[in-house]
């Protein structure tokens, strides 16, 4: 039986029987139906019943050019005609040569090597381990631990949960997972009233170094998402704070981490989050849009010190032995190359500011409402913040499921926007159109009305 014989109510049902979905409680999909998707054309998701869903948050901030991409899709045909996979540990091939020379051209200056991995949770383990042995390497075991922010997440994965700072998903856990230091977040929605976002950076810059006085001794790096925090609630701050770790950094003798993962590739206004201090980073973590979306796929960008301290003979012990079995997949790189392309040959940047001030000048009016503290943008990533009390800004309670309601409502009419808690934010495709900004934006708006009533 195929699906175009199957509705959506018989694609869920099969689906119900064996699968466990990701960051999911099942026990909602007793009286949440799941929509199983057939089809998808640019911005927009088709479902089994023919019902079409607008994707306001690039399926996971992954399909920056939208679905079903004619051009990426071409290059993976192409590919799937030569070569599909090989072992990557002393064997290479074209595409994974192009995309590092490519990566290496595009990224920070000085960052000159690239190392593959299959995820983004997985690029944040070869970095936090690369430092770690790096420091190993030079001398200096005792450099054992890690520097995030509050509020910060990289990923679900042990290492990568470690330093990270929700408790939704740390808590559970936390038993098995290293105790990283937490720096104060520069996050401008925390500042002092009438504080400006620069001199949050600054106040916050001031709390690392008091950190790093103590504990630099024994740390292998900072790890930061450049600008927004997104997992942890959009939370956004001031290029300042970046320029700011990078001189900390050097004075302290310990590693930058960039985790661009879901920032980079031109959703804060310029192709990498980092390029807006500007800093180049001993570590940048990419994955999500840097296929496009189309298949698993990451890169842990570092330098030449940092690859030079491993680099000896076989018995020396230097070696990085960390592997993916997918590791630099020429599918997922041919993919990630015809992406990359898509950047040279368009005007994609300069497109997106228009795109950011569109729907910058389409929220505006969510400033004066009632029950939202803060409507916040940096390039193509907004959010609004909904609270039960605008002046106190005291929050909904979490079992309220707030933006549950406004997700429910989005669906119903035929837009998929998933709030983070009580923060509804919008990271589309670069490919949608002003037009389906207003439509984001209008069904947003209803969804918050609903949510907010008692």
């Known amino acids: 039986m195929t699906t175009a014989n199957l509705n959506n109510a018989a694609l869920a049902a099969r689906d119900l029987r064996h699968l466990w979905h990701p960051c999911t409680q099942m026990h909602d999909h007793q009286t949440i139906p799941l929509l199983p998707i057939v089809r998808g054309e640019g911005a927009w998701l088709i479902d089994a019943d023919g019902n079409r869903y607008l994707d ?36 290479t091939h ?19 090597k690239v190392f593959l991995a299959d995820n983004g949770s997985a690029a944040i383990e070869v970095a936090l381990k690369m430092s770690f042995h790096y420091w190993l390497n030079a001398g200096h075991g005792e450099k054992t631990r890690f520097i995030a922010l509050t509020g910060s997440y990289h990923g679900e994965t042990l290492g990568a949960l470690s330093v990270s700072d929700v408790a939704l998903y740390r808590k559970t856990y936390a038993p098995l997972l290293l105790t990283p230091f937490l720096a104060p977040s520069p996050d401008t929605y925390e500042g002092e009233p009438g504080e400006t976002p620069e001199a949050i950076a600054e106040r916050r810059l001031g709390e690392l170094r008091s950190l790093l006085e103590q504990h630099a001794h024994e740390t292998c790096a900072v790890i930061v998402e450049p ?31 960039a985790d661009e993962i879901a920032v980079g590739f031109g959703r804060t206004g310029t192709l990498f989050a980092c390029e807006q201090a500007p800093v180049t980073p001993d570590f940048m973590c990419l994955s999500k849009g840097l296929t496009g979306g189309f298949l698993p796929l990451s890169a842990v960008l570092t330098t030449q010190g940092v690859y030079d301290a491993f680099y000896a003979e076989y018995n020396a ?23 990359l392309q898509i950047f040279r040959e368009d005007p994609i940047i300069e497109r997106n500011r228009h795109l950011a001030a569109h729907l910058a000048k389409r929220l505006a009016p969510l400033r004066d409402h009632a029950h939202v503290a803060d409507v916040r943008q940096t390039g193509m990533i907004a959010a609004v913040e909904l609270v039960r009390d605008k002046t106190t800004r005291k929050p909904y309670p979490s079992e309220e499921r707030r933006g549950m309601r406004v997700y429910l409502h989005g669906l119903k009419n035929g837009a998929l926007l998933r709030p983070l808690g009580n923060v509804v934010y919008f990271m589309p495709p670069y490919v949608v159109t002003t037009e389906e900004i207003d439509r984001l934006v209008e069904v947003a708006i209803a969804g918050i009305e609903l949510a907010v009533r008692e």
Request: hydrophobic residues 45%; aromatic residues 10%.
């Open 56 to 91: 306001g948050i690039s399926s996971w901030w992954t399909n920056i050019f939208g679905h079903a991409n004619p051009r990426i899709g071409a290059a993976l045909k192409t590919q799937l005609d030569t070569l599909e996979h090989v072992i990557f540990a002393g064997f």
């Open 317 to 339: 012990g230097k070696a990085f032995l960390h592997s993916h079995s997918y590791t630099g997949n020429p599918l997922a790189c041919r993919a990630a190359l015809a992406t």
């Open 94 to 112: 074209e595409p994974a040569i192009e995309l590092a020379e490519e990566l290496v051209r595009i990224t920070p200056p000085g960052l000159d």
């Open 227 to 257: 600008l927004v925090q997104c997992a942890g609630g959009m939370r956004m701050y001031h290029p300042r704070y970046l320029s700011g770790l990078r001189a900390l950094c050097d004075e302290f003798h310990v590693h930058f981490i």
